[in-house]
């Protein structure tokens, strides 16, 4: 129950770090291209890994290999099909509709070997749902382009969390290897998408601070601890943590952007904080019963 528990609020850290990234990130690809963007974030980041890999004990190593494949092009999609959709969309409704990958996770587990979702799981994710759509005041016949990219990212995004879930629990102790691939494979994938570069635009302080806070903290602290911890909570109770990501980042649109904080909002972000509990009622009754019986 503890590890779960710290589990949890590391996964709820990573979140609101997440959060941060889509004003910052809005902000820089209206200057570079998302593709350079993502391509330059992950090669820094493979760069300052590196030294934390050196160490490694290289077991099963080309399993770990094809793993970190699975994970890193499905990511890296994630993030490239994101920063695609925020050239056109508002950082608050980038997040909410990355957010749907909460419905995705629990339909795409059978297939992961992670068994069946409880129809409590399923309720949850509906609920959820019904907050994104009331916060982010989605309209399901005015979707743009930048909607369904920022969708794609939502599916590809749902299928690294599973493969996170399940290669992270296979190789416990190669954890750092398999954030290192996830970052590596990362970079040919933003570079087949990239446009003719622009480098003095590095120099731009909307370029370079994202890119410094996404590589250091976003990309390099976050895919570890998302490696070290996410194993020891569910798939969709990490997934349902991570549907919060759209408040944290309403919340700082708001302090960067100016980004206009509706009722609905608030109302949606409270149904979607209600559905994140929802999954953990009946483990804490089970739980409260177990004590009273001993």
Known sequence: ??????????????????????????????????????????????????????????????????????????????????????????????????????????????????????????????????????????????????????????????????????????????VKLLAFYQILFTIPLAAAWLPPLAWSALLHTKVWIPILYCTVLATCVVFYLQMRYQKDTTPTKAVLIFTLEPVFATFFAYLLQHEVVTRDIFMGGAIIIISTILTDVDVYLKTRRGKKNV
């Open 1 to 174: 129950m503890l590890r779960s528990t710290r589990a949890n609020l590391i996964l709820l850290l990573i979140t609101a770090i997440w959060g941060m990234t889509f004003p910052l990130v809005q902000m820089a690809v209206q200057i570079v291209s998302p593709a350079f963007l993502v391509l330059i974030r992950f090669a820094l980041a493979a760069i300052l890994f590196i030294p934390f890999i050196i160490y490694c004990k290289w077991r099963d190593y080309r399993l770990i290999f094809w793993a970190g494949l699975f994970i890193g092009i499905f990511s890296g999609a994630s993030y490239l099909f994101q920063a695609i959709g925020l050239l056109t969309i508002p950082a608050s409704r980038s997040a909410f509709i990355t957010s749907l990958a909460v419905v995705l996770v629990p339909l795409f587990m059978p297939f992961f070997k992670l068994g069946h979702p409880r129809m409590l799981d399923y309720v949850a994710a509906v609920l959820c749902l019904v907050g994104i759509y009331i916060l982010s005041g989605a309209s399901f016949h005015t979707l743009s382009r930048g909607d369904a990219w920022t969708f794609l990212g939502a599916v590809t995004y749902s299928l690294a969390l599973l493969g996170i879930q399940v290669y992270s629990a296979k190789y416990p102790t190669q």
